[in-house]
């Protein structure tokens, strides 16, 4: 079974894939993408079950902006979905009893 850190990138990839396929005319260059990302991962996806918490749109809008910051200045080798979903995780996620 795949961990949350994977279920996540998962969702972001497939986020970026269906962004790409309805933005095709312009070859998925959208400059308010994190409010298209947001909006789907929330009302489209499994993310609000996986974190065990519905994020505020806006607030995710801002997560998504700052970590695409974030990737684009660290230049990390791992893939930005597997970056972005651990990061995700830690700022959304509620802690779990001990």
Do not use: C
């Amino acid at each position: 079974m795949a961990t949350e850190e994977e279920q996540i990138a998962a969702l972001l990839k497939e986020a970026s894939e269906t962004h790409h396929t309805v933005y095709r005319i312009v070859d998925g260059d959208d400059p308010d993408w994190a409010s298209w990302y947001a909006d789907w991962l929330i009302r489209l996806s499994e993310l609000p079950t996986i974190l065990q918490t519905t994020p505020v749109r806006s607030e995710l809008v801002y997560e998504l902006v700052s970590l695409d910051r974030e990737f684009n200045r660290s230049k990390p080798t791992e893939p930005w979905e597997r970056f972005y979903a651990r990061q995700l995780l830690q700022r959304f996620q509620p802690a779990r009893a001990s």
